[in-house]
């Protein structure tokens, strides 16, 4: 006599929809658009938040030296506007002048990069000038600028040229110092790999060093860029001759006692150095930031 178990009979169907996991339904696009909103706030959130507290700062400072009668010396943050980029005359001038101090920084800034960027080249291929050379970059570097400056105008003049002079002596060393870290710095087992298929050295630096190198470059072009800009008014600034820049505007404005003004002029020349490193910044991107990741 036989007997039936009792267990119960599952179908494949049934085995197939209890191990398949269930699908989730798609996130709406509304909570999508808050987490992007929310990432944004926590980005610009605190730098906006400093700012606030800057002006705030800024605004009591101001009113107290008002109070005592001396509101010259730090004038309210929106008088750079009113009396600085809003009046036709002064704004004017501001732009004139910062276009012409941008000529001559990025003129010393190219030329900068032209030295630098060869310098470290050779460096990198022959030792000898490396140990030959390398010093006088950092005596460059080490010479208070200020002090080469009445140098600069005794032998070069003081109008155009002697400006691209002093910039392209600030912005120097970054790029020779960055480069020849960075060519220096390929990894040994590529170097060994190119010498095994016997590769000359123009093929191991066109092919190996030089590309491995842009990063580094890059770095040294943001860092010379800010550079130059300094450069640019610190020459405007000594150097009256010629064409006046944004540094021979912030003088007039200083022995003038515009206060206001001269803020509004120190501002646009900050702004041309963020400008300016901005642009190499995105240029960077651009070049290798598809392909290195600086936390590698």
Same mark, same amino acid.
């Given at each position: 006599?036989?007997?039936?178990?009792?267990?119960?009979?599952?179908?494949?169907?049934?085995?197939?929809?209890?191990?398949?996991?269930?699908?989730?339904?798609?996130?709406?696009?509304?909570?999508?658009?808050?987490?992007?909103?929310?990432?944004?706030?926590?980005?610009?959130?605190?730098?906006?938040?400093?700012?606030?507290?800057?002006?705030?700062?800024?605004?009591?400072?101001?009113?107290?030296?008002?109070?005592?009668?001396?509101?010259?010396?730090?004038?309210m943050p929106h008088e750079m506007?009113?009396?600085?980029?809003?009046?036709?005359?002064?704004?004017?001038?501001?732009w004139i002048a910062l276009f012409?101090?941008?000529?001559?920084?990025?003129?010393?800034?190219?030329?900068?990069?032209?030295? @630098? =960027? $060869?310098?470290? !080249? *050779?460096?990198?291929?022959? +030792?000898?000038?490396?140990?030959?050379?390398? /010093?006088?970059?950092?005596?460059?570097?080490?010479?208070?600028i200020l002090a080469l400056v009445?140098?600069?105008?005794?032998?070069?003049?003081?109008?155009?040229?002697?400006?691209?002079?002093?910039?392209?002596?600030?912005?120097?060393?970054?790029?020779?110092?960055?480069?020849?870290?960075?060519?220096?710095?390929?990894?040994?087992?590529?170097?060994?790999?190119?010498?095994?298929?016997?590769?000359?050295?123009?093929?191991?630096?066109?092919?190996?060093?030089?590309?491995?190198?842009?990063?580094?470059?890059?770095?040294?072009?943001?860092?010379?860029?800010?550079?130059?800009?300094?450069?640019?008014?610190?020459?405007?600034?000594?150097?009256?001759?010629?064409?006046? @820049? =944004? $540094?021979?505007? !912030? *003088?007039?404005?200083?022995? +003038?006692?515009?206060?206001?003004?001269?803020? /509004?002029?120190?501002?646009?020349?900050?702004?041309?150095?963020?400008?300016?490193?901005?642009?190499?910044?995105?240029?960077?991107?651009?070049?290798?930031?598809?392909?290195?990741?600086?936390?590698?």
């Amino acid at each position: 006599m036989s007997t039936t178990s009792a267990e119960p009979v599952v179908s494949d169907a049934a085995e197939s929809s209890a191990s398949t996991p269930p699908i989730e339904p798609p996130r709406p696009r509304a909570a999508k658009a808050r987490r992007g909103f929310g990432a944004r706030a926590a980005l610009l959130g605190p730098p906006l938040g400093v700012l606030v507290v800057l002006l705030g700062i800024w605004y009591a400072i101001s009113i107290t030296l008002s109070a005592s009668g001396k509101g010259f010396l730090m004038p309210m943050p929106h008088e750079m506007f009113t009396s600085g980029f809003f009046d036709p005359q002064v704004s004017s001038d501001i732009w004139i002048a910062l276009f012409r101090t941008t000529g001559v920084a990025l003129a010393g800034l190219g030329i900068a990069m032209i030295i @630098g =960027i $060869g310098w470290a !080249i *050779a460096m990198s291929l022959a +030792r000898w000038v490396e140990r030959s050379t390398y /010093a006088y970059a950092v005596v460059l570097q080490c010479i208070p600028i200020l002090a080469l400056v009445p140098l600069v105008g005794f032998w070069f003049g003081y109008e155009f040229l002697a400006r691209v002079i002093v910039c392209v002596l600030i912005s120097l060393f970054p790029m020779v110092s960055n480069t020849l870290f960075g060519l220096q710095s390929v990894d040994k087992s590529q170097r060994e790999l190119f010498r095994l298929q016997k590769a000359d050295k123009w093929t191991v630096l066109t092919k190996l060093t030089l590309p491995a190198a842009l990063p580094s470059i890059f770095v040294g072009m943001r860092t010379s860029a800010g550079l130059s800009v300094i450069g640019a008014i610190v020459g405007d600034y000594f150097f009256r001759r010629g064409e006046p @820049g =944004i $540094g021979s505007l !912030i *003088a007039n404005y200083q022995s +003038r006692l515009q206060s206001a003004e001269l803020f /509004a002029a120190i501002l646009a020349a900050c702004l041309l150095g963020v400008a300016i490193f901005a642009f190499f910044g995105w240029l960077s991107k651009v070049a290798v930031g598809r392909w290195y990741d600086s936390a590698s």
